[in-house]
């Protein structure tokens, strides 16, 4: 009975423990942001923050584009490479593979180095959850 007793309040307190998908995205984006953020600058941009927005149920990527691509006409020009780059990106990833699953969406937004206010790209990217 003893036994019984303690696995069920064991049970209760792992279930009680879960966090909904939603907290968890936003504790990560925290998390990630918190100890990455800026990140290091690769393929001319760097991440400056990521937030969960859970009314639109998204993960939010501000970033910035430097040097070469700190361009409006070099934007319009890679637009397409840059929109499949990030969608193939987050399709390969693993880790982001239970928020595809659960419908999240990837929203970037990206500014300019010399001109903060100028936004230079912005693109929502949803994901087909894979098998």
């Known amino acids: 009975m003893k036994t019984i007793l303690c696995a069920?309040?064991?049970?209760?307190?792992?279930?009680?423990?879960?966090?909904?998908?939603?907290?968890?995205?936003?504790?990560?984006?925290?998390?990630?942001?918190?100890?990455?953020?800026?990140?290091?600058?690769?393929?001319y941009s760097r991440t400056d923050s990521v937030k969960f927005d859970p009314?639109?149920?998204?993960?939010?990527y501000y970033s910035t584009f430097v040097e070469r691509f700190d361009s409006e006409a070099k934007v319009a020009q890679y637009r397409t490479r840059i929109s499949e780059g990030l969608h193939n990106e987050i399709a390969a990833r693993a880790s982001m593979k239970k928020y595809v699953d659960a419908g999240i969406c990837f929203v970037y937004i990206v500014r300019s180095e010399r001109h903060p206010d100028k936004?230079?790209?912005?693109?929502?990217?949803?994901?087909?959850?894979r098998e």
């Open 55 to 60: 009314t639109a149920r998204a993960f939010v």
């Open 8 to 43: 069920a309040v064991m049970l209760l307190l792992v279930a009680g423990c879960r966090e909904n998908i939603e907290k968890r995205a936003a504790r990560e984006a925290d998390e990630y942001t918190r100890r990455n953020c800026p990140t290091p600058v690769a393929n």
């Open 119 to 129: 936004v230079l790209y912005q693109d929502t990217i949803r994901v087909e959850p």
